[in-house]
């Protein structure tokens, strides 16, 4: 066979050969795609505590998405708390942690959960509940109970522990014109008012003793035991005189804005710098001093003190003199007095024991920020002097009770709250059950002293005028709210 035959039989051969392997088996096809399920949760880290009437309920909502790869069909489920609830639908929750998961699933997948968890957060109100006992000492009334809600509706309540603090959850904090009860104890007066954000501000509630004890020397006596009675002495109006058509109570306090105004203040500190207007005599200035020291004597303190004109402005009292005329002042923010006047009738150098009291009963408004009295024997009587118009003189109450007020400042001032007159008040009104309306409208008092809110039983909160609570960067100092000046005269000879 000749070269050029066999070489063409071999590539024939191998062509063939080549031919069988093209026309073979080809590679099988790839796996259908596989059905996945995709869960999307989400769930609020915390949700708030509901109010009336769901208390103490909270509502959650489980957000939750399922979706399949392929398009296939899709099964959601969710579940709370290991029972099974319907997705993207509040649910009520009581307080504490809670598990939420949401479960997908799909023909063909493999199912996927997510879980999460959520926690309730409660109405929580924290109160430091203080007061002073009957010798003006500081006093914890442990155990007495603080309760929030209507008479005829739920309360929530809690007591004050021996560390001074009542930690109260209920459905109306925060809320507006909500009663709020302080019973206090058998040392303590109670406290009843209305919720405003003015309360809510603050963290302590100050309270009185139902009872203040005289210092030793007061009135040049033993100590005696003075039972504050707010209601009957210390807020009821003598009778109007025709210098006061409306006369002011021993504790001072004014209808202002829709609602009372009280005027639980006192002087920054004292003794307060008195000083006469122009000058005076020698003998006659040692004969006004003779007298106004009497004051210092009386309340075991020195609360007057002599001064040069120039020292009591702007802070002190200013002695004026005229004929015929006896009349005090006293002002500044509320609690805090920084100036006051006394004018005096010149019959006070007679030596005449009713102008030397007049003058007592004038320090009594411009020193211990006080009105008039007619409830007891008292160096503050009014239109109800006693016959023959011969006053008293300062008596162990005219002592215990300015006394008892200070104290409460005091505590007021310590604990930076503003509402524990009223609110003591109040509280005594509804405890002896009187007969008219056991609650009225208070004025809530901001810190520096402007109107805050009205509370009035059974109303909406009222919101006073912007220009009154508004607060620029400068603004003049709220407008004082005691009368400019209390006159006084001796019609009664």
Not at 41 to 69: G, K
Not at 105 to 114: C, Q
Not at 411 to 428: C, D, F, P, V
């Amino acid at each position: 066979m000749s070269r050029a035959r066999f070489v063409r039989r071999v590539a024939g051969t191998t062509l063939v050969v080549l031919g069988i392997s093209c026309g073979g088996p080809t590679e099988p096809p790839p796996p259908p795609p596989t059905n996945k399920v995709s869960v999307t949760l989400s769930v609020p880290p915390t949700v708030p505590q509901l109010r009336f009437p769901d208390y103490p309920m909270a509502s959650v909502t489980i957000s939750a998405l399922v979706s399949s790869s392929l398009g296939k069909p899709t099964t959601l489920t969710c579940a709370l708390d290991g029972a099974v609830v319907p997705c993207n639908t509040p649910e009520k929750i009581l307080p504490g942690t809670h598990t939420v998961c949401a479960k997908g699933e799909s023909p063909g997948a493999v199912p996927v959960e997510k879980c999460g968890e959520v926690s309730v957060t409660l109405l929580l109100d924290q109160k430091q509940v203080v007061g002073f006992d009957a010798n003006g000492n500081e006093y914890i009334p442990v155990g007495s109970w603080y309760v929030m809600g209507p008479d005829s509706g739920p309360r929530d309540s809690a007591q004050v522990g021996s560390d001074g603090l009542a930690n109260l959850n209920s459905r109306y904090i925060g809320m507006g014109n909500v009663p709020v009860d302080f019973r206090g104890d058998a040392i303590l007066k109670p406290s009843f008012g209305r919720t405003s954000p003015e309360f809510f501000w603050m963290q302590a509630v100050a309270m009185g003793s139902r009872v203040i004890n005289t210092p030793v020397c007061a009135t040049t006596g033993p100590a005696v035991a003075v039972t504050i009675d707010l209601d009957r002495e210390g807020f009821t109006p003598p009778p109007s005189t025709w210098q006061i058509p409306q006369n002011l109570p021993l504790y001072i306090r004014t209808f202002a804005e829709g609602g009372w105004f009280y005027h639980d203040g006192s002087w920054p500190e004292l003794p307060v710098k008195v000083a006469f207007d122009s000058v005076i005599a020698p003998n006659d200035s040692a004969r006004f001093w003779f007298q106004a020291d009497s004051i210092n004597r009386a309340f075991c303190q020195e609360r007057i003190r002599p001064a040069n004109r120039s020292e009591v402005d702007p802070g002190g009292i200013v002695v004026h003199f005229a004929f015929a005329v006896f009349a005090a002042s006293v002002g500044g923010l509320p609690r805090d007095y920084r100036f006051g006047s006394v004018t005096v009738d010149t019959t006070v150098f007679s030596g005449e024991r009713d102008a030397k009291e007049m003058l007592w009963h004038e320090f009594g408004h411009a020193v211990q920020s006080l009105g008039h009295e007619c409830q007891y024997v008292s160096n503050m009587w009014s239109s109800c002097a006693p016959p023959g118009g011969v006053y008293p003189g300062i008596q162990k109450k005219d002592v215990a009770y300015p006394l008892w007020r200070e104290r409460l400042v005091a505590i007021e001032r310590k604990y930076n709250t503003r509402i524990a007159l009223a609110w003591i008040h109040q509280g005594e009104r509804r405890e002896l059950n009187l007969p008219d309306l056991p609650e009225e409208p208070v004025v809530w008092i901001n810190a520096n002293g402007s109107f805050g809110t009205v509370s009035q039983p059974g109303q909406p909160m009222i919101q006073l005028s912007p220009a009154s609570i508004q607060s620029p960067p400068k603004r003049p100092a709220p407008a004082n709210l005691l009368p400019a000046v209390i006159h006084d005269r001796m019609p009664y000879k």
